[in-house]
C-alpha cells in the first residue's frame, strides 16, 4: 500500500493511533477472527470492538465478511496490507511515471486446457471440476481463482501509452503456482509466457502449495486444494524479459511491439515442455496476495529542449535564407 501526506491517507494513520488497533493487527496477522473472538482477546466489549473494526475497515488495513456461525452470523476479519510506504514531497519526484491496468483471472479471452482444472468465484465453484466446458460459462468473468494441467489462457490488456511517452519497463506481477492433483509443494512445471505472439521465456514453479491455507482462502474453500502460490514479476525492457531480475530471455520491448494499442498475454503449459505441472493463477480473495493480474508501463517524456536549443533552431531558417 502507497501513503502520502495528503488527506487521503488520513483514516490509515488514524486507525494506527490506537494500542487496541495495533494489536488487533497483530492478532489477525496470525489468523482470521470474528468479533466475539477479538473482543475476548483484548478484553473489551464486542460493542467497542466493532468501532475499532470500522476504523481499520475504513482505512483499508482489514477486510471483513459475513458468514455463518454456531450463534448465527458473523463477521469475519482478515488482514489485508503487508506493507505499507509513505511517500514524502520529496521522494515523489524520483517516482517513475507509469500506466496501471489489473486483470481479474477470469477476464481472459481464450482459452484451451487438460483437466485436472477448474475455475471459481470467492464464492463458490465455476460448474464442475476437471470440465474444461465450463471455462466458458458467464460466471467465468468473476472467477478469482483457475487451474489446469495443460494448456495456455490468454488475456487481451489495453495500451494506454500515448505518443509523447517513451515506453522503458513493461512489468507483469502475478501470484501463480503448479497444479498438481490435490496439493503437492514439490511438483515442478514448465510454465511458458507469450506477449503478443512473442515468446518471452519459461519459468519452472517449483510446487502446488497447500502445507498451509492461504491468507485470503475465504472460509468455504477446502484444505486439500490450491491455498497460494509465488508473486512473480515479468519484466520486459529496452534491455530483455526477467523474472524478479533473473534473465529469462534476450526478447526487448521493440521485439514485442509495446506500441501496440493492446497486448495479448498467453500463459501456458505446453506438451513439449520437460515438466508438465499445470498452473494456478490466484487473484483477490484467494491465496497470499490479495492482487489480480497487474500490468504496470514505465514510461518517461521526452525532455523539453533548452532555450539555447531552441534559439539555435529558430536561427537556423534565416542562415539558410541568407546563403
Not at 474444461?132 to 481463482?145: G, M, N, Q, S, V
Request: include cysteine.
Amino acid at each position: 500500500m502507497n501513503l502520502d501526506i495528503s488527506e487521503k491517507s488520513l483514516p490509515f494513520y488514524e486507525a494506527l493511533a490506537s494500542q487496541v488497533r495495533l494489536k488487533i493487527i497483530r492478532l489477525l496477522s496470525k489468523r482470521p477472527m470474528n468479533i466475539r473472538e477479538l473482543a475476548e482477546a483484548v478484553g473489551l466489549s464486542s460493542a467497542i470492538m466493532t468501532m475499532h473494526i470500522k476504523k481499520l475497515e475504513k482505512a483499508g488495513i482489514i477486510r471483513t465478511e459475513m458468514l455463518p456461525g454456531k450463534g448465527g452470523v458473523q463477521k469475519l476479519c482478515t488482514l489485508q496490507v503487508e506493507q505499507a510506504e509513505i511517500l514524502f514531497p520529496a521522494k515523489q519526484e524520483n517516482i517513475r511515471a507509469f500506466h496501471e491496468v489489473d486483470i481479474s483471472v477470469g477476464h481472459y479471452t481464450d482459452i484451451a486446457v487438460e483437466p485436472t482444472c477448474g475455475l471459481a468465484t470467492a464464492e463458490r465453484f465455476i460448474g464442475e471440476v476437471d470440465d474444461p466446458r465450463y471455462f466458458l460459462d458467464a460466471e467465468r468473468f468473476h472467477a478469482k481463482i483457475l487451474w489446469f494441467s495443460e494448456g495456455f489462457v490468454e488475456y487481451k490488456i489495453p495500451n494506454f501509452l500515448l505518443s509523447t511517452q517513451n515506453p522503458e519497463e513493461l512489468v507483469f506481477s502475478m501470484e501463480i503456482a503448479s497444479e498438481a492433483p490435490l496439493t503437492n509443494n514439490f511438483w515442478p512445471s514448465d510454465i511458458t509466457f507469450y506477449l503478443n505472439s512473442v515468446k518471452l521465456g519459461t519459468w519452472t514453479s517449483p510446487g502446488d502449495f497447500g502445507d498451509r491455507r492461504g491468507k485470503y482462502s475465504p472460509s468455504w474453500w477446502p484444505n486439500v486444494v490450491n491455498q497460494y502460490g509465488l508473486l512473480k514479476h515479468l519484466i520486459v525492457s529496452n534491455d530483455g524479459t526477467f523474472m524478479d531480475g533473473n534473465r529469462m530471455s534476450d526478447v526487448t520491448l521493440e521485439q514485442v511491439n509495446v506500441r501496440d494499442r493492446q497486448w495479448t498475454l498467453r500463459i501456458a503449459v505446453e506438451k513439449e515442455s520437460e515438466h508438465i505441472g499445470g498452473v494456478t493463477l490466484f487473484g483477490k480473495g484467494f491465496g497470499n496476495y490479495n492482487q489480480d493480474i497487474v500490468f504496470r508501463l514505465y514510461y518517461n517524456k521526452p525532455q523539453a529542449a533548452e532555450p539555447e536549443d531552441e534559439a539555435e533552431s529558430a536561427a537556423q531558417p534565416e542562415e539558410n535564407a541568407t546563403k
